[in-house]
């Protein structure tokens, strides 16, 4: 695609697949569920013809990055996701070079404590969707929806190994990668076991929208059938295991120069608390170095893809600030 190169890169004992182009100060891009490194390919052309180097890996259990056991949740760690990506950065940079680096949905989850974990790695940071999440001493986050939205709330659905595999099989890799990646209402993502996806009967045909075409669907589809979906699905599975590993730094703050976008149609913003977090000072609190959090009037979920000019335009506001 108009001069992205692709690489294997060895890094910690797993082979990471990136793509990239440009040249100049590294921008580090991290994806998000069920998606890969080609979330970013609006991205990495405007932000390599405007003298960056974009970089996005496909991350450990995604696509083409191979040699991590996709059957064992507890090498999904936010330590494990983390550590992938400082082996990265050692393996394509010089010896301690800060990078800037953007993330999405998981990919901000990551990116968050890549930032707590190592800010000395990090320029500055731009995030979507799902803002940091501090640690809560009352449980993590599954355990916190599940009592808020019971049992067929889709972070539910995915803990028990095997059975929402089993589903996502019978509906087929392509029709779950059109149900997700086109949901647009911004309320609780619901699976109801054995029923598909609530918003959208399995065999309910899916009109794609303008920014999103057959075949992107088609490369995400045969990338993603290449690891099954298990590999993405336990990130969900060791949150439980991230909020015993993370206890250590309950109170810590990211010290990272940092920018915030999320859709106002997004189903992260309406989750319970997050925008009392985001606007009434918890958030600024946790990441003091917090320059801007923008909020996108009719924009849902996958927000880099659906408005990629204007989330083009944000990212190199900030990035050229430093």
Known sequence: MEGIEHKTVSAIGINIHIAE????????????FPELWYSWRHQILYLADHGYRAVAPDLRGYGETTGVPVNDHTKFTIHHLVGDLIGLLDAITNQGEKVFVVGHDWGAYIAWY???????RVKALVNLSVPFIPWNPNGDLVKMLRIAY??????TRFQEPG?????????????????????????PFYFPK???FRHSPGDAPVTLPPWLSEQDVEYFTTQLNKTTFSGGINYYRALNLNWELTAAWSGAKVMVPSKFIIGD????????GIKEY????????DVPLLEEVVV???VAHFINQEKPDEINNYILQFLNKF
């Open 21 to 32: 182009k440009g040249e100049g100060p590294l921008v580090l891009f991290l994806h998000g």
């Open 265 to 272: 149609l997004d189903l992260t913003y309406h989750m319970p």
């Open 296 to 298: 996108m009037e009719g």
């Open 163 to 187: 059975e929402i595999e089993a589903e996502f099989a019978r509906l087929g890799t392509q029709q779950v990668v059109k149900k997700f990646l086109t949901f647009r209402d911004p309320e």
């Open 114 to 120: 890549l930032c707590m974990f190592r800010p000395e």
């Open 278 to 285: 985001i606007h009434n000072g918890g958030f600024r609190k």
């Open 150 to 155: 019971g049992e067929d709330h889709y972070m």
């Open 194 to 196: 054995g029923k598909g």
